[in-house]
């Protein structure tokens, strides 16, 4: 079990960036791929990017690639999401996700995933 708290969410002016954090618990982190979603009102709950165990391997969706970077420090049991060039679009509430073995690699369908967090919210104003 892991429990997964997300901050740094908040209102940005559109070119802004900011960076969301993932907290999780237990001492099993290193051993869960991570990802980040994102859900807007009205909408589904989207892949936004995912990293493997060591962090050696990304994947993004292609309408955040070059922006976002995802990373993780096993140390801090800590995921990671910095967003750059914010955009109106970008608007959702973000969250991220833990997939336990087994696993075939870094899946882009939330129902993959096994445990969430509450959810951050980020507002980007035009």
């Known amino acids: 079990q892991v429990q997964l708290v997300e901050s740094g969410g908040g209102l940005v002016q559109a070119g802004g960036s900011l960076r969301l954090s993932c907290a999780a618990s237990?001492?099993?982190?290193?051993?869960?791929?991570m990802a980040w979603f994102r859900q807007a009102p009205g909408k589904e709950r989207d892949f936004v990017a995912g990293?493997?165990?060591?962090?050696?391997?990304?994947f993004y969706a292609d309408s955040v690639k070059g922006r976002f970077t995802i990373s993780r420090d096993n140390t801090k049991n800590t995921a990671y999401l910095q967003m750059n060039s914010l955009k109106p679009e970008d608007t959702a509430v973000y969250y991220c996700?833990?997939?336990?073995?087994?696993?075939?690699?870094?899946?882009?369908?939330?129902?993959?995933?096994?445990?969430w967090g509450q959810g951050t919210q980020v507002t980007v104003s035009s």
């Open positions: 237990g001492r099993t982190f290193s051993g869960y791929l």
């Open positions: 990293i493997t165990l060591s962090g050696g391997s990304t």
């Open positions: 996700a833990a997939d336990r073995p087994p696993y075939s690699g870094v899946s882009r369908t939330a129902t993959a995933y096994d445990y």
